[in-house]
């Protein structure tokens, strides 16, 4: 391929050392870190409060400076939602503690409900994409990634959308009468009378979240915010289609147990 081509200079060579740029590692992760076996309950029942030591005194890539940061987005809330930020932050970066894996996983497995509430979406992407990451089984390490990349096309997506100055919640106006230009790659448009590829990728997603049980309760929060939020492409999508597209719970029940 030629280089002038492509639509990021320099490639995936470049793209690799940015992105490996950005994991770095931190510097005195093990200062600021609880142990492994930390009282989560008492984590959940503390207040988070402004940090007392100044950004503008911290190293670059000290993790005190991470700490302060955190320690202000997250001042007047609980101390498990803290916890969780400063384990993605540890486990983005190389070089990351064996304990901090550890303990992510222990916080969504025992704390995992309670997360899935009070996080928001930005927060629950970042914890999908951690999963997808260190994920300790196939289930959480194939749906936090399907999990990540999903909300971020929609937000991909949604945003050059956005540009048109026309509410999420409003399908594009259909014209028969204008130029249908072809896809990317040469793909097949998406029917929408007939299609069901976002029906399938939703479906293949909750499949997973039954599967593990850690993960289960961030996956089916993220997914309820897909099936309830009127504004993505998915909700834009079901508007598109025809009434008699949408089944009823009813027509998927076999006759014979519906009669019941």
Do not use: C
Not at 117 to 139: C, M, P, Q, V
Not at 203 to 222: F, G, H, N, Q, T
Request: charged share 25%; no cysteine; hydrophobic share 40%.
């Amino acid at each position: 391929m030629e280089i002038l081509s492509e639509i990021y200079q320099g490639g995936f060579y470049l793209l690799s050392r940015r992105f490996e740029k950005k994991q770095f590692p931190f510097i005195g992760v093990e200062e600021v870190l609880p142990p492994v076996d930390v009282d989560l309950n008492l984590l959940a029942d503390q207040t988070v409060t402004s940090p007392e030591i100044l950004s503008e005194e911290l190293r670059k890539h000290d993790f005190q400076l991470t700490l302060a940061e955190l320690q202000t987005e997250f001042a007047g809330q609980n101390g498990l939602l803290l916890l969780h930020a400063l384990l993605i932050a540890v486990l983005r970066r190389r070089e990351a503690p064996e304990n901090a894996t550890h303990l992510f996983l222990r916080l969504w497995r025992e704390q995992g409900t309670r997360l899935a509430k009070d996080l928001t979406i930005r927060w629950k992407i970042s914890a999908a994409t951690t999963f997808a990451d260190h994920g300790n089984s196939y289930e959480q390490r194939s749906l936090g990634m399907g999990l990540s990349i999903l909300f971020d096309m929609i937000k991909l997506h949604d945003s050059e959308r956005r540009l048109t100055g026309q509410s999420g919640r409003a399908p594009f106006r259909r014209n028969p009468e204008i130029r249908r230009f072809p896809l990317a790659f040469g793909m097949v448009p998406y029917s929408f009378q007939n299609g069901d590829l976002d029906r399938n990728m939703l479906a293949r997603l909750w499949a997973l979240s039954e599967k593990d049980e850690v993960i289960a309760p961030l996956a089916r929060s993220m997914l309820f915010a897909v099936m309830t939020d009127q504004r993505s492409i998915f909700a834009r999508a079901q508007r598109l289609k025809p009434k008699h597209g949408n089944e009823s719970v009813l027509d998927l029940i076999p006759r014979d147990e519906g009669s019941k």
